[in-house]
């Protein structure tokens, strides 16, 4: 302290020795942090008055009242913060759980197969697209068959040769099973085009748009949309397997679309590699096969003309998918023709004569190829063909000159080493290098065959000559497809397939967008040219010309070639291809027409789908999450579309149900809708099947109905169909929209009816095509006719409603016939108007219904199992248990198998496959499609059979048990009130009959 008190005065200033620069710069340091400190601390003192200045009252001396917690207040109101002209609102809790993140990533479906890039092709996209604009070098088909008869391996082959990719020779490609499912599965779901430029054996090139449609049964529908858009049919048929119940169906369908078939016949390695059959026995096989198919094409033509299928026609094709070849009869004489002496020499021709040589050459194939089939035999010694043997030994020349080469091809390359191949191979024509010879057998066999057939140039030809192009099927096509009439610029456009017609598109299917977001419509350009960027019009299922609800207009957003698993967009497509449109799906559900916004004259829809099958089973949707209603309602929209016969709709009792054709179908509908289209768990009921009502005698008495106003009165009778009518009507053989003379000559001369009721028939319900029958039995004497004439709209609108939901388990009602055989009509309009006579015919329908012994009919599937011979008897037991039967036990020529046929209610097949599988160890394969309604035995009006919780009805109580289940599932009363559809004098009229 001493020596500090020497270094100061007595006032403070210092007198001790001078201080160092570096301690004078440590002393200005610390007053500037000192001066900064304090600043700061002035300027938190600042923020605080200012900050607690809302909190205080500034009107008014402070208060020292005690102030409660609860009425404190610490923080300011979110009114004095963001103003009073903001709308806050309080969560007490997160409205978004935590499992859930802010900010959600991009979901991306992964559920197709799709090319990252165009591949590159034997064609240039500028030279298909100058093909689109000639119609006489394109061909529209569609590649039908049973299901695993190769139809998507067949069309393998041409993808292979047209784009230049390394395909792996050990790995079946399947290029249009785009979906991933279809991958899994092994069998095709969907539908799809692919567009592809072929030459033929003369090197001309055509545009082949090919249409590979799904094999199994369930999917017949996109079989259906695929023949629209199509001018011929490719039936793919396994040379082993034969015929079978998908064939027979294709083949029935394409009878009565009109379409001309190619057949070819598959799997041609299965005959040499499984069956091990001889060259001769191969050949009996193979002709029993296409006589079978000349059988059920005769039987299909039903007395019309239709076209023989055989090999020396050109019109079967043999192939083997899995080997990558496809030859023709022709194909072969060509062969022959390379490795012969040259015509002009041995004619003596000069060798300047380059024409009569061509002509030599096609005269020579073309005999050579009549003589390789059928009873023909080849003569050595005179070098001619006969039809009788030169020998008891000699063989047919379809089996010396065709299979007796391709059996020493596949018996050389599958069992002789490099060294004793190679010549053989050099002698043919074919090179191989060194590594390829280190293959396994059966990509060196499918490379061998690939190079030794060369290109399919055969099933080309096939096409070419006997599939007409759209230009030449455009007349056809229009009167078969076409509502509207046949003069107009419309009718005019689409008869002669004309690219600067007006506008008119067939949208038969829609694909599903990348993201599942939506659609994109597929369809034919029948007339014009659809370009992108136009403005068009949708024309929907149920537009009319005087009823234009259903139309829309729409701007077309892309256009797109769509080319299995990639998409070529283009500016415009003319009339006759095949087009992928954008921006239009919006108002389409299944099917639609689409024409120029500005349409030159009123405009006509296409027919819809007239389909070979029926969704007859329905199951029950709930999401497991009730607030994903919504969603879930969304994604069955989208399930509507997206499957031609997919039916989803609301009961009454507030459940929500799909109809489909068959288990695997609404499996596959189910996973789209959980994967794809609501992307949400649902539950799923007990699957059920769809019922219809029908009567089983005449009614008992005469049922009449009157109006609310009681000025109206409608009487009628009902009783069963003829046999087969009902189907005639369903299959279109017959319309409503006929002339009364085409009607009644109809009826008269296939069902014996008379000539007043054939010519007095009103209308089918409840559509257009429906199975029932509505007469007007009136006579002129009775009935004003005029009236009766003012008011047929109403009944007929009355009729169709109650043939829609009948009066047992609001089930629609088939194969009846209502007679209307007495009316009184007000002479005053307004006492005649709808709303009094539509219920009242409704009513009137009913009630004559059930005072005709009704009865409630049950869907019906035909089964077809291939079976071994030891495993019939387990089929059989199988079946009995479920109600079924077998109609038909055929034995597979060249085959060990068998054939069975069957019969198995809807109801009772549930499980079916997955037994059948089980009790045959697997031996057994079956497929069941819809084939016809049967009544199920029983009253089910009876009240005096006694359900039984969980045990077996009789026979006789089926009928009572559906009704009583399907009414309960419902939400309807267990028994059908009568006094609903009978009026009060009827009743008291029924009731004094049966009083003695």
Known sequence: MEEASELYDEFGNYIGP?????????????????????????????????????????????????????????????????????????????????????????????????????????????????????????????LAGQLHHGKTSFLDIFV?????????????????????????????????????????????????????????????????????????????????????????????????????????????????????????DAYHKLRHTIEELNALLETCAHGTEHRRVSPELGNVVFASSLYGFCFSLENFAQLYLAHRAPVKEQKGLSLNQEAPDAIEKLEFVSKFARNLWGDRYFNPETRT?????????????????????????????????????????????????????????????????????????????????????????ARAKT???????????????????????????????????????????????????????????????????????????????????????????????????????????????KTATIVSAKPPEQPYIFRQLCFNTASVVKVAVEPLNPSELPKMLDGLRKINKSYPLAVTKKEESGEHTILGTGELYLDCVLRDLRKLYSDIEVKVADPVVAFCETVAETSSLKCFAHTANKKNKLTMICEPLEKGLAEDIENKVVSATWDNKRMSEFFQMNYGWDLLAARSVWAFGPDAQGPNVLIDDT??????????????????????????????????????????????????????????????????????????????????????????????????????????????EVPKPGTPLYTLRAEIPVVDSFGFETDLRMHSQGQAFCLSVFDHWAVVPGDPLDKSIVLRPLAVSQPFELAREFMVKTRRRKGLSEDVTISKFFDEELMTFMESAVTP
């Open 385 to 473: 063909f006969s039809s009788k043997a030169p020998n008891p030994r000699a063989n047919r020349s379809f089996v010396e000159f065709v299979l007796e080469p391709l059996y020493k091809i596949f018996s050389h390359v599958a069992g002789e080493e490099r060294e004793v191949l190679e010549p053989v191979l050099t002698e043919l024509g074919i090179s191989l290098r060194a590594h390829e010879y280190q293959m396994d057998t059966q990509p060196l066999l499918k490379l061998v065959l690939s190079r030794f057939f060369g290109r399919c140039t055969g099933f080309v030809d096939a096409v070419v000559r006997h599939f007409p192009s759209p230009a030449d099927a």
């Open 779 to 888: 006579l002129p004497t009775e009935v004003d006719k005029r009236l009766l004439g003012a008011v047929r709209k109403f009944v007929v609108q009355g009729f169709n409603w109650g043939t829609r939901e009948g009066p047992l388990c609001e089930e629609p009602i088939r194969n009846v016939k209502f007679k209307l055989i007495d009316a009184v009509i007000a002479e005053d309009e307004i006492q005649r108007s709808g709303v009094q006579l539509i219920p009242t015919a409704r009513r009137v329908c009913y009630s004559a219904f059930l005072m005709a012994a009704p009865r409630l009919m049950e869907p019906v599937f035909f089964v077809e199992v291939q079976t071994p011979a030891d495993c019939i008897t387990a089929v059989m037991a199988v079946l009995s248990k479920r109600r079924g039967y077998v109609i038909a």
């Open 160 to 280: 292979q040769q047209t784009h230049q990719k390394n395909w792996a020779l050990t790995k079946n490609t399947r290029y249009t099973d785009t979906r991933i499912d279809e991958q899994e599965m092994g069998l095709s779901i969907k539908s799809l085009p692919m567009s592809l430029v072929l030459p033929n054996s003369a090197g001309k090139n055509y545009l082949i748009n090919f249409i590979d449609s799904p094999g199994h049964v369930n999917f017949s529908d996109e079989v259906t949309a695929s023949f629209r858009v199509s001018d011929g049919v490719v039936v793919i048929v396994d040379a082993v397997e034969g015929v079978m119940v998908q064939t027979e169906r294709v083949m029935k369908h394409a009878v009565q679309e009109r379409l001309p078939m190619i057949i070819v016949i598959n799997k041609m390695d299965r005959l040499i590699l499984e069956l091990k059959l001889p060259p001769a």
């Open 18 to 142: 001078d201080v160092s620069e570096e301690e004078d710069e440590e002393d200005e340091e610390a007053a500037e942090r000192e001066k900064e400190r304090r600043a700061r601390e002035q300027a938190d003192a600042a923020e605080a008055a200012a900050g607690a200045n809302p909190m205080e009252e500034d009107e008014g001396p402070k208060s020292n009242a005690i102030v409660l917690h609860q009425d404190k207040k610490f923080f300011p109101s979110a009114e004095e913060i963001y103003g009073p002209d903001a709308e806050v609102l309080v969560e007490e809790e997160d409205a978004q759980p935590l499992s859930k993140p802010i900010i959600e990533p991009v979901k991306i479906f992964k559920f197709q197969t799709e090319e990252k890039a165009q591949p590159p092709t034997s064609f240039s996209l500028e030279y298909m697209c100058s093909l689109m604009d000639a119609p006489h070098l394109i061909r529209n088909i569609v």
């Open 479 to 589: 009167e078969q497809c076409y509502t509207g009439p046949a003069y107009g610029d419309y009718a005019k456009g689409l008869a002669s397939c004309d690219p600067a017609g007006p506008l008119m598109v067939n949208i038969v299917k829609l694909y599903t967008k990348h993201d599942c977001s939506g659609f994109d419509a597929f369809g034919r350009v029948m007339s014009g040219t659809v370009r992108v960027g136009e403005r068009v019009r949708v024309l929907g299922e149920s537009y009319t010309p005087t009823d234009e609800e259903e139309m829309s207009e729409e701007e077309i957003s892309k256009v797109w070639i769509l080319q299995g698993r990639y998409r070529v967009e283009v500016d415009h497509i003319p009339a006759g291809n095949w087009v992928l449109l954008g921006g239009v799906d919006n108002p389409i559900m």
